[in-house]
C-alpha cells in the first residue's frame, strides 16, 4: 500500500495557508523527520533544510 501526507512548507497553523503552492507530498517517514528535525523548505534551490546543516533535496516524482 502506498501512502503520502501533505505538508505545508509554511505551517498552516501560523501561515492560514491551505493553497497548492504551500504544499509538498512526503512519505510518512520524511514528513514526520521535516518535523522532528525543523527542517525548512528552500523553494528556490528545493531541498529542505534542517537545524543541523544538512541538506536534503527534493525528489520530484511526476507519477503523482
Known sequence: MNVVEAHHIEYFSISLNHQPSNIVILCPTHHRLV????????????????ING???????????
Request: hydrophobic share 35%; net charge positive.
Open 54 to 64: 544538512f541538506e536534503e533535496p527534493l525528489k520530484i516524482n511526476k507519477h503523482l
Open 35 to 50: 518535523h522532528a528535525g525543523k527542517a525548512i523548505f528552500d523553494r528556490d534551490k528545493k531541498v529542505f533544510r534542517y
